[in-house]
């Protein structure tokens, strides 16, 4: 069945449902091509529900896709209710009744991996956000929450569904779940399954019992995930004061999934990329992640789950919270620094790219089409920086007593943005009217800094201002918190962190009673994410900064203006920025993880970005070319030091993916990789033969691929590993990721030659595509071929898996920077998408917003 005509959903428009559901029994007999699902469904007028007396409402509305109704009744009694693209709509009587009906569906022909689908030959689903109706009719919005009793038939080892377990026979098991949630929450996975177990005694000293189901085979893959679950849910106790509420926490690993993973009442379903872990298969960074990420959906247990969101445009409630809550937790269990550049990075490269074009919108929008194309890092990233603003502004012990209000006062709830900041307004007394334009404008602030020194007195003033967008013609001033330090000549620090709370368009803050003229190191920690200009003394603060964020972001402002120092003047690179990059290098007593994170280069997007801030328009050739050379100067100027720094940074214990070996393997793989531009990949064969884990193995490939000698170790690589998805997903990868600009489309290209290229699953389509779409010099080679490339094969993907060909169309998003040339080229293309027939109402809503005049 088709995608009905494309409807917009506007936040204004929403009002509750007319009945709650009391209660919901499911009863599943699986079958590949024609499970039936037997619903019953006790529906109650909701008292919320304004309605006029004197007019009952007599007809229901159920949402419902791809499912063939068999047959329906109500209270017994046979209906025939109307059958649209989108649902159904039935006569109901004027009070409390029973809904009962039967559906057929299809998991086996579900390759948009949304409902019910299968993968690898197990059952699993993902409702979130809407899929609940492409399993059967139902009132399928998150303010609708009812207790869900599952029973499934099917012949498989595990049947798996949300709660605690009541029946458990074999080809045959019955779930129930006593936590009301929205249908978006609901779970069933069904399979030839092998469980890594555990458990963990909760703060009151209930015993939950863990699961970890795998494919056979996987199960040396579990302990990591197993431990970084155990680590989540005694951190959300000690920290958030959260208990874990059921009896009983499972995860699954599927390979087959749209997104990271789904926080399921009890039953989290994860993409095995963002689960599976071993030392031979997974890197530093993938052990990181997959860290964050069992936390990220644990957390969502209270955030999300316990309490939900009243519609989806309060998306950000649970998703800007939970991201926050993660990035805590591995600030906490790792580096606090550099985690917080680490997110830093990552929002400037995809969120701050995202508020500078066409896509740009709120943190909570108004109106879709298509919700599943706002899980973005808008939502997600700019809404944890949201929170961080906020804990900021009234502090810990604040943040700490509204947050314990939120959950006691909300618990059960589905709530809204409202509601969240209605706890921090009655926790300490302030209005937050004006911070709540955050939530309602779009678009990145610039915030200028200008000082003044008279006497004993530094005087900052402070412009801000945010560039209009579609979404937000007319931004108005926010509030923002800057955190403050100042610094002596000798590096000392002459007044500490402090807090100032700019409200106005244009602020002047004072400092006086100063012996002599200090440094200014202004947005400590990023405390708003906002673009900073600051002519500062940022040699001095790469040398002195007492605030680890704003050192290393010293170094960065370095080298992204030397970089466009280079490209717009033909300069050579800043030598003061080399001997200060150098002198961090240097220093021992840090972090080895902090100074690779100094050594890191702005990224090519980071500084298309930046140059069109600026005013200019990025050449993605001469960007690839000024990076390459400063990679060159830094050559010149660390050969002596080099190869002692990567010596004194192989590790000698056994490997263990913790924050501190990790950081010696990553500050010499940077090591590496500038050596290799000058030893032409020798010591990367070295490392490549000795890798005793994935990290060291695939830089010393990358390496190789760099140095020109990357074909036998590929050949070598691929023979050794034909037989992990995992680690074929990053041979895929890195071939397109190393791949010389010039012939980065060809590389993909030939890739989806490959028998492996398995294209419908979308771990393997990322890595090919998504790659060559973050090859930024690449992906915009001059031809237009890269643009081509993608094209052709999204219009392939969208009748399979609209969702993840609507998410890889923000490719295009940022076409309005570029050349006319470039312009026409990508517009063209996304003018072919658009022209196919029958596209999805996912990408249509994509590219209908990127290419919007
Ligand atoms: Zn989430």
């Known amino acids: 069945m088709r995608d009905a005509a494309p409807q917009t959903v506007y936040l204004s428009d929403y009002t509750p449902f007319p009945w709650t559901v ?23 007028p909701n008292p919320a529900y304004v309605k006029d007396p004197d007019e009952p409402v007599l007809t229901m509305f159920l949402h419902g896709e791809n499912v063939k109704l068999i047959w329906a009744q109500i209270d017994e009694m046979p209906v025939d209710p109307e059958v649209t693209a989108t649902g159904l709509r039935t006569a109901v009587p004027d009070g409390p009744f029973t809904w009962e009906a039967e559906v057929e569906i299809d998991p086996a022909n579900n390759t948009a991996l949304e409902g019910l689908y299968m993968s690898n030959g197990m059952y699993c689903t993902q409702c979130e956000a809407e899929g609940f109706r492409k399993i059967t009719f139902y009132p399928d919005r998150p303010d609708v929450m009812s207790v869900f009793t599952v029973t499934i038939e099917g012949p498989h080892p595990v049947l798996l569904s949300n709660g605690n377990p009541v029946v458990t026979q074999k080809h045959l098991a019955k779930w ?17 399954l092998v469980a890594h177990s555990d458990s963990f005694t909760t703060m009151s000293g209930r015993d939950v019992a863990l699961n970890l189901y795998v494919r056979p085979g996987d199960e040396g893959k579990c302990a990591f995930g197993m431990q970084a679950l155990k680590d989540s849910m005694k951190w959300d106790e000690d920290v958030y004061g959260r208990e874990y509420d059921l009896d009983l926490f499972n995860i699954v690993a599927v390979d ?17 990329s963002a689960v599976l872990a071993s030392q031979a298969t997974s890197t530093d960074t993938n052990f990181e992640r997959i860290e964050a990420i069992i936390a990220h959906e644990y957390f969502h247990n209270w955030t999300g789950n316990r309490i939900t969101c009243r519609d989806w445009f309060q998306l950000c409630l649970k998703e800007g919270l939970t991201v926050f809550r993660d990035s805590q937790f591995t600030s906490d269990m790792r580096s606090a620094p550099v985690k917080r550049i680490g997110d830093v990075i990552d929002l400037r490269g995809r969120q701050f790219a995202e508020d500078q074009g066409p896509l740009a919108h709120p943190v909570r929008p108004e109106s879709f089409q298509e919700i599943n194309n706002f899980y973005t890092a808008t939502i997600y990233e700019k809404g944890a920086e949201v929170i961080r603003m906020l804990k900021t502004l009234v502090g810990d012990d604040a943040y700490a007593q509204a947050v314990t209000l939120y959950f006691d006062r909300h618990d059960g709830d589905a709530a809204t943005i409202e509601d969240w900041l209605k706890v921090f307004e009655d926790t300490t007394g302030r209005d937050l009217t004006q911070f709540k334009r955050w939530y309602s404008q779009a678009g ?15 005087t900052l003033t402070f412009t801000q201002h945010t560039p209009p967008s579609a979404a937000t013609p007319a931004p108005q001033p926010y509030v923002i918190p800057i955190a403050v330090g100042l610094l002596g000549k000798d590096g000392s620090e002459v007044a500490p962190t402090t807090i100032l709370e700019m409200t106005q368009a244009t602020q002047s803050f004072t400092f006086t009673g100063l012996s002599a003229r200090p440094t200014a190191s202004i947005l400590r920690g990023f405390s708003a994410p906002v673009v900073l200009d600051h002519a500062a003394d940022h040699a001095h603060l790469l040398a002195y900064d007492t605030d680890p964020f704003n050192r290393w972001e010293a170094g960065r402002t370095l080298a992204r203006n030397t970089l466009i120092d280079m490209m717009l003047n033909g300069t050579r690179p800043d ?18 993880a902090y100074r690779r994170l100094m050594m890191a280069l702005p990224t090519q997007s980071e500084l298309a970005t930046a140059l069109h801030d600026a005013g200019h328009v990025p050449e993605p050739d001469i960007i690839y070319a000024t990076l390459e050379a400063l990679r060159d100067a830094m050559v010149q100027q660390f050969q002596d030091v080099l190869p002692q720094l990567y010596e004194d940074n192989l590790v000698t214990e056994a490997y263990a993916p913790n924050a501190e070996q990790s950081g010696m393997r990553a500050l010499g793989n940077a090591a590496l990789s500038l050596l290799t531009r000058v030893d032409g990949g020798k010591l990367a064969a070295e490392q490549y033969d000795h ?18 000698r990357g074909e036998a170790a590929l050949k070598a690589f691929e023979a050794q590993w034909k037989d992990d998805r995992l680690v074929m997903d990053k041979w895929f990868g890195l071939q397109v990721n190393e791949a010389d600009p010039e012939d980065a489309h060809e590389v993909a290209a030939t890739l989806t030659k490959h028998p492996d290229f398995n294209w419908k699953n979308p771990n393997r389509f990322r890595a090919v595509f998504g790659s060559l779409a973050m090859h930024h010099a690449g992906f915009h080679h001059a031809s237009g071929a890269g643009y081509e490339l993608l094209a052709d094969w999204l219009i392939r993907l969208d009748p399979v898996n609209p969702q993840t060909t609507a998410r890889m169309c923000s490719a295009f998003q940022t076409w309005k920077r570029y050349d006319p040339a470039r312009r026409d080229m990508i517009l063209t293309q996304v003018q072919r998408i658009l022209s196919t027939p029958d596209l999805s109402r996912d990408t249509t809503e994509m590219l209908t917003r990127i290419a919007a005049p």
């Open 22 to 44: 009391e209660s919901v029994e499911l009863h599943f007999t699986l079958d590949p091509h024609a499970t039936r699902v037997r619903s019953t469904i006790r529906f109650v």
């Open 176 to 192: 129930h779940d006593p936590w009301p949630k929205p249908a978006y929450l609901f779970a069933l996975v069904a399979g030839d």
């Open 256 to 272: 087959d999934f749209n997104m990271g993973a789904m926080e399921n009442k009890g039953l989290n379903i994860f993409n095995s």
């Open 444 to 458: 990145t602030p610039r915030l200028k800094a200008e000082e003044t020194w008279a006497g004993d007195t530094l």
């Open 575 to 592: 030598p003061a920025y080399l001997r200060g990059l150098q002198s961090v290098l240097d220093d021992t007593r840090l972090d080895p």
């Open 691 to 708: 890798a005793d884990n994935m990290t060291q193995q695939l830089a010393a490939l990358a390496n190789l691929i760099r140095a020109g």
